[in-house]
């Protein structure tokens, strides 16, 4: 038996990127894995689709509606999906605040709510939040993503706090840059892309971007029911750029 069989995971935005990953990681280790997205994207095959816009409190009771119809038990919940933002605190408008904090924050909220019912009835329930080397680290030109990924890392170890009495674990994980859909297109965007992704490259001490693929195997660390005493860990991800100080390649 693979080490997640029996169990039933929740991944939202499970269609592309690190999401992906994670549902087909979870799902080699034998979960049976639903994909929270606002579309298929790449999870046929891989998770079972149920729409969801996690910005949307209607949308995910929906979603978890739909969920509560197929399962009576929910082992795994990771709270992957969220949006990006570029600029300075200067360049933000009220609405950019809005609509990022709504999602990267709210959203962690408003899934994990609807999720506690049937969490609850686990035996080994886990939530791993997808966090970001920038709720640790300055970034230039990432003032709303950053404030949003500092409220999600402060946000776990809170509901790590009030869940450890019922049995939850609550985690994160917090990747560096990662070679993502999300980060070529912001590549694309460059004058120069390739030297662009170099110097993403290289400010991490690795020397290359963090892939999907590792994420997803720190994720499955964390909902793992073997590790059941961990819980408010943040765990990093990042090619040594949070902990390290090494001269520049």
Request: proline residues 4%; aromatic residues 2%; glycine residues 10%.
């Amino acid at each position: 038996m693979s080490e997640l069989t029996g169990l039933t995971a929740v991944v939202t935005g499970a269609g592309s990127g690190i999401g992906l990953s994670t549902a087909e990681n979870l799902a080699a280790a034998g979960a049976r894995v639903f994909g929270l997205d606002l579309n298929l994207g790449e999870m046929n095959g891989v998770a079972e689709w149920i729409l969801c816009d996690i910005g949307s409190s209607d949308s995910v009771a929906e979603a978890f509606a739909t969920l509560a119809s197929e399962v009576s038990v929910l082992d795994i919940l990771v709270n992957n999906a969220g949006i990006g933002a570029v600029g300075s605190v200067e360049d933000a408008t009220d609405e950019e605040w809005a609509n990022v904090l709504n999602v990267n924050v709210v959203g962690i909220a408003r899934v994990t709510r609807a999720a506690l019912p049937l969490l609850r009835a686990s035996t080994a329930a886990a939530i791993v939040n997808t966090c970001s080397i920038a709720a640790t680290v300055g970034l230039p030109q990432r003032a709303i993503y950053s404030a949003s990924k500092g409220a999600v890392q402060s946000l776990t170890l809170a509901m790590a706090a009030d869940l450890i009495h019922e049995g939850i674990r609550v985690n994160c994980v917090n990747p560096g840059t990662a070679d993502t859909p999300w980060v070529a297109r912001l590549l694309d965007l460059a004058q120069d892309p390739a030297a662009e992704r170099s110097a993403l490259e290289q400010r991490q001490p690795s020397g290359r971007l963090v892939t999907s693929v590792e994420v997803a195997n720190a994720i499955r660390f964390l909902a793992s029911p073997h590790q059941q005493s961990i819980t408010g860990t943040v765990l990093a991800v990042d090619g040594g750029m949070d902990g390290l100080r090494v001269p520049p390649r």
